[in-house]
C-alpha cells in the first residue's frame, strides 16, 4: 500500500473545487477548506495529560465534544465523544469516572494545534491535520486521506501469491494475465527461456553449448488499472543427433513492455551458434561462429575450437562469458548465471550450457539451471542434459560417439516474478 501526499492550497472556505482539483490521486492538490468544511469537524486543544487515570478524571467541566488531550504516558491522542457509550477497555475507550460519553483514541497525522481538523477513519479512529497553510503537504498512510474519503489499496491477482510481510509476490511459471486495481508501483524479475544445445553425428565434432535465456530485474514499474499480459518464453527444444545441426533458441519474456530476450542456440559444426539474452556456444572448429550476448540481460557464448577433437564452446550466461575449450580435448564450460533479489526465495537463474569436445574429451559444466554438455565416458557418447525447467538455462550440447548419434539437452522455460509493497 502506498503512502499518499496532498498539498494545501490558498482558497476560499468552501467546499466547491474546480473537479480537477477533487481529491483522487496521488500529490492531488487539495484546498484546505474544501478538507475543514467539508468533511472535517472541529476540535479543540485540551492538552497534556500525565496518564489514564488522570484522563478519567478530567471533570465534566473541563471537557467538552471533539476536546483533544494528549496522554503522555502512552504517548497518544484522544478526543472526548459526549455521543459514545462504548465499553471501556482502558486502551482504546477510556470511560470517565462521572458523567457521559468517551475518550477515543486517535491516530495522529500531522501536527497538533489548536482548533485542529478531525475526520473519524473506517477503522474508528479519529485522523487529526492542522489547518494547512499554502503548500503544506499532508502525508496520509494506511489508505484512508485525512478527508475522509476511502482510498482503495491497489491490489495484484495472477500467477501463484506469496508474501513475507513486507512484498506480495506474485510467480508466473507460465504465460498468463495480471489483474491489476488501483495504480501500484512495481518490481518485477523476467527470465526468458534458455536454448538447446548444438547437435553432431556419430563420432562427429564437439557442439556449442545452449545460450541462456536473458535475465532482468527492474523496479518502480508504476501501473494503472487493468490486465497486462505476462509471458513466460519456452526453452528450446532439443534437437536430434544424426547429423550436424545448431540447436534452438528460446522464447522470449515480457511484462508491460520489458522483454527479455530467448537464449541463442548453440553451434555444429559448419553452424554458427544464434545471438540472443545470452549467445550460444560455437560448434567444434567454428572459432568465430559463437552467438551474441544482449546488454543488461547475458553475455556471449564462447568460441569453437579446431584443433584436437575439435570441441565447442558453452553457452553464455546473464553473469558471464560462455568459455571457449581450454585445450583440444575439453568443450567451454557454460557461462554463470545471476542469483534473484526481487522474490521471496532467491535463486540462481540463467547459466548457459555446456559444450562438447569428441568421446574421447572432457565435456563443459554449467551452473544456475544451465545444462551441463552430454555425460560421456571415452567411446559412448551422451545425451547433452537439459536446462533445468524455469530458470532460464542453456541446453548442454550432444556428445558424439561408440557409433551412436545423441540429442543435445532442450533449454529451461523462463519465469517472471512481479512484487508489490504491502
Not at 478538507?35 to 471533570?59: E, H, R
Not at 458523567?99 to 479519529?126: C, F, P, V, Y
Not at 508474501?163 to 511459471?173: R, S
Request: hydrophobic share 30%; net charge negative.
Amino acid at each position: 500500500m502506498s503512502t499518499r501526499s496532498y498539498q494545501f492550497i490558498n482558497g476560499p472556505e468552501t467546499s466547491t473545487l474546480p473537479t480537477a482539483e477533487s481529491p483522487t490521486v496521488d500529490a492531488d492538490l487539495v484546498n484546505k477548506g474544501y478538507a475543514d468544511t467539508t468533511y472535517a469537524i472541529k476540535t479543540s486543544w485540551g492538552g497534556s495529560i500525565a496518564d489514564v487515570a488522570a484522563l478519567k478524571a478530567v471533570s465534566a467541566a473541563d471537557r467538552s465534544d471533539r476536546q483533544v488531550r494528549l496522554v503522555e504516558s502512552l504517548k497518544k491522542l484522544f478526543y472526548f465523544d459526549t455521543s459514545s457509550a462504548s465499553t471501556g477497555d482502558d486502551v482504546y475507550i477510556i470511560t470517565p469516572n462521572a458523567g457521559t460519553g468517551r475518550w477515543l483514541e486517535t491516530d495522529q497525522i500531522g501536527t497538533m494545534s489548536a482548533n485542529t481538523a478531525m475526520i473519524t477513519n473506517a477503522s474508528g479512529k479519529a485522523s487529526f491535520i492542522a489547518n494547512g497553510n499554502n503548500g503544506d503537504v499532508l502525508t496520509i498512510a494506511a489508505g484512508v486521506p485525512a478527508w475522509g474519503v476511502p482510498v482503495t489499496p491497489p491490489t495484484l491477482s495472477g500467477g501463484t501469491i506469496s508474501n513475507d510481510g513486507t512484498y506480495v509476490y506474485h510467480t508466473f511459471l507460465s504465460s498468463d494475465n495480471l489483474l491489476v486495481t488501483g495504480t501500484p508501483t512495481v518490481d518485477c524479475m523476467i527470465v526468458a527461456g534458455g536454448a538447446s544445445g548444438g547437435s553432431s553425428p556419430a563420432a562427429g565434432a564437439g557442439c556449442g553449448g545452449g545460450g541462456a535465456g536473458g535475465f532482468r530485474n527492474i523496479t518502480s514499474i508504476a501501473l494503472s488499472a487493468g490486465t497486462y499480459a505476462v509471458v513466460v518464453g519456452a526453452g528450446g527444444a532439443s534437437v536430434a543427433g544424426g547429423s550436424y545441426a545448431a540447436g534452438i533458441s528460446g522464447g522470449n519474456s515480457s511484462f508491460n513492455g520489458n522483454t527479455s530476450l530467448g537464449g541463442g542456440a548453440g553451434g555444429g559444426l559448419g553452424f554458427n551458434a544464434s545471438s540472443g539474452g545470452s549467445g550460444g556456444g560455437g560448434g567444434g572448429t567454428m572459432t568465430t561462429g559463437q552467438g551474441s550476448g544482449t546488454v543488461g540481460q547475458g553475455f556471449a557464448g564462447g568460441a569453437g575450437s579446431a584443433v584436437g577433437n575439435i570441441p565447442g564452446g558453452g553457452g553464455g550466461g546473464a553473469g558471464a562469458l560462455g568459455s571457449a575449450p581450454p585445450n583440444g580435448t575439453t568443450g567451454g564450460d557454460g557461462g554463470a548465471g545471476s542469483n534473484s533479489t526481487l522474490e521471496q526465495a532467491p535463486s540462481g537463474y540463467s547459466g548457459g550450457g555446456g559444450g562438447t569436445s569428441q568421446t574421447s574429451g572432457t565435456n563443459g559444466s554449467a551452473t544456475h539451471g544451465g545444462g551441463g554438455g552430454g555425460a560421456s565416458s571415452s567411446g559412448t557418447g551422451g545425451i547433452g542434459r537439459s536446462g533445468t525447467v524455469n530458470t532460464g538455462g542453456g541446453g548442454g550440447a550432444s556428445n558424439p560417439g561408440g557409433g551412436t548419434a545423441y540429442a543435445s539437452g532442450a533449454g529451461g522455460s523462463g519465469k517472471v516474478v512481479i512484487r508489490m509493497l504491502l
